[in-house]
């Protein structure tokens, strides 16, 4: 005998369509056909297997945290205002669902593209990603603001076609920092690929840059997170970008790199690369952490501890070379 499903009190009745994905709408398109479940209200779904009731109750089934409502739009702006909506999705919505062909990072209108300068009291960042179809590099540069905020500065991408690590660092990497900046404290970031071995060489891409003096460091960690941490950080409004020193960063992170059918970021031949190289120095720099706020466990990022004290001391040190503003040297 079928039971009578008893519906939350108060929950709002489900409406034929919404356009927030902070609902069931999504589970119910591409879990709940497949067994057999309806949609009774507004976060709430129902089916019988083997014999049970099962009763899918998301968080919305409450008026207060339902969009259709004034309490509730005002609950989804809240945690929306400085969330990624890919993480909004996966910690609110329970959505782990991707879309091939679809942007790795959403909200660059946030992401500030203007010209860059070196700023040399403050430490200069390198991200790798080895390779010798394409290598690429990028040069960042990280303020700490007395807010507690941040502000990322992309500098200079270096991209070779078909070179090994020696050469590649040699000519087109190393010659920026000694060029441009002359005397900067320099920490490096890269692939954990870059400990194994190929037929290429018989050293590591690691072991053939510290002969340069030049000692990365790295940490294993999911793909998933990196990009969680580069889109908090896009999110949050802390990058700039270079638009001609940076061209194809730029190009990847507003829409060129894209998902591929089990929601990794397709592997191009072109975008991957340097887009790799920012995730993989922004990955080491920030790390994720939840927090509760206002009685709500909400996701943050924070420096790594290392990486802050040397932001920080940047920070105190007064303006030196007589650059102001993004202006660059003989540009005004």
Known sequence: ????????????????????????????????????????????????????????????????????????????????????????????????????????????????VRPQVYRPWLTLFRGWDFGWRMPAAIHLQVESREDGTFRVYALKEVIARELLV??????????????VCPGARIEDYCDPAGNQHDDRSPDTSIEVLQTRGVYARWRDMSVDEGIQIVQWVIKAGWLEIDPVDCKHLVDGLRNGLVRDK??????????????????????????LKFVVQDGKRVQRVEMNRLDLGLVEAGRRKPLQSGWTGLARPGEG
């Open 166 to 179: 020696d050469e590649f660092a040699d000519k087109h990497v190393l010659p920026f920092a000694t060029n």
């Open 1 to 112: 005998m079928r039971k009578k499903l008893v519906a939350v009190k108060d929950a709002v009745v489900d409406p034929a369509t919404s356009a927030d994905l902070l609902d069931s709408h999504w589970w119910q398109r591409e879990n709940g056909a497949k067994l057999g479940a309806e949609h009774v209200a507004y976060g709430i779904n129902r089916w019988e297997r083997n014999g049970f009731v099962h009763v899918r109750l998301h968080h919305t089934a409450d008026k207060d945290k339902s969009p259709l409502t004034e309490k509730g739009r005002a609950y989804v702006g809240d945690i929306s205002k400085d969330m990624p909506i890919y993480s909004r999705r996966q910690e609110y919505g329970i959505d782990f669902t991707v879309t091939p062909g679809k942007p790795v990072y959403c909200d660059f209108g946030s992401v500030t």
């Open 262 to 287: 089990d929601g990794f970021p397709l592997k191009d031949g072109f975008y991957e690369h340097i887009c790799d190289a920012f995730r993989y120095a922004l990955a080491n720099i920030f790390r």
